[in-house]
């Protein structure tokens, strides 16, 4: 049974950081992408970065430059680092996990994404 928890948003100003993390049970595959996913009551929701099991990433434009993805296999976490937050930042972010990282346009696309957490809110004011 795969699980997928996120933790570390919050409230911060415009220019802050914040650093989400997803924890990872139960997915042994060996082939993998793990992804951070946004939405607002607004917007569908929108791919932000991903990293396969090579270490490849991939970033929505909106966020390269401020954004850093970045996993630790041994503790079975996802990491999103985000640096110059802006309020069009603020969204729900979710990890998600699948088989192949795929792009849909300029975008992480959650095309394959079988597993998804329950989601951090990130508020930037």
């Known amino acids: 049974h795969v699980q997928l928890v996120e933790s570390g948003g919050g409230s911060v100003q415009t220019g802050g950081s914040l650093t989400l993390s997803c924890r990872a049970s139960?997915?042994?595959?060996?082939?993998?992408?793990m992804g951070w996913f946004r939405q607002t009551p607004e917007k569908e929701r929108e791919g932000v970065a991903a990293?396969?099991?090579?270490?490849?990433?991939a970033y929505a434009d909106s966020v390269k430059g401020r954004f850093t993805i970045s996993q630790d296999n041994a503790k079975n976490t996802l990491y999103l680092q985000m640096n110059s937050l802006k309020p069009e930042d603020t969204a729900m972010y979710c990890c998600?996990?699948?088989?192949?990282?795929?792009?849909?346009?300029?975008?992480?696309?959650?095309?394959?994404?079988?597993?998804w957490g329950q989601g951090t809110q990130v508020t930037v004011s």
């Open positions: 990293i396969d099991n090579f270490g490849n990433t």
């Open positions: 998600a996990a699948g088989g192949i990282c795929t792009m849909k346009g300029d975008k992480p696309s959650e095309v394959g994404m079988d597993y």
């Open positions: 139960g997915y042994s595959y060996g082939s993998y992408c």
